[in-house]
């Protein structure tokens, strides 16, 4: 079994940063891709990024892209997302995910095979 547990969430203001972490246990799989989707009230879940064990693919949605930095520290199979000038429309529960490097495609939600319980991210206005 693979248990992922995130941390770092909380409740900021509009502009400030925020960094989230999760750490993965386990029966691991090899060179998996690690990543972080987020899911708003009465909405679907969203890909927000991912990225490859040697850390040289890296994917991002469209919403967070230039504002979210992604990486991964392998020593300690943990994954950070570094969220930058944070906006009201990025509150949501942020969930960790990992899938094989072999089968499926990043930000598929389908594709990965493991789910943490998630953090709660507020920004307010």
């Known amino acids: 079994q693979v248990q992922l547990v995130e941390s770092g969430g909380g409740l900021v203001q509009a502009g400030d940063s925020l960094r989230l972490s999760c750490a993965a246990s386990?029966?691991?799989?090899?060179?998996?891709?690690m990543g972080w989707f987020r899911q708003a009230p009465g909405k679907e879940r969203e890909f927000v990024a991912d990225?490859?064990?040697?850390?040289?693919?890296?994917y991002y949605g469209d919403s967070v892209k230039g504002r979210f930095t992604i990486s991964r520290d392998n020593a300690k199979n943990t994954v950070y997302l570094q969220m930058n000038s944070l906006k009201p429309e990025d509150t949501a529960v942020y969930y960790c995910?990992?899938?094989?490097?072999?089968?499926?495609?990043?930000?598929?939600?389908?594709?990965?095979?493991?789910w943490g319980q998630g953090t709660q991210v507020t920004v307010s206005s």
């Open positions: 386990g029966r691991l799989f090899s060179h998996y891709f």
């Open positions: 990225i490859s064990w040697s850390g040289g693919s890296i």
């Open positions: 995910a990992i899938r094989s490097a072999i089968r499926g495609s990043s930000g598929v939600k389908d594709s990965y095979d493991y």
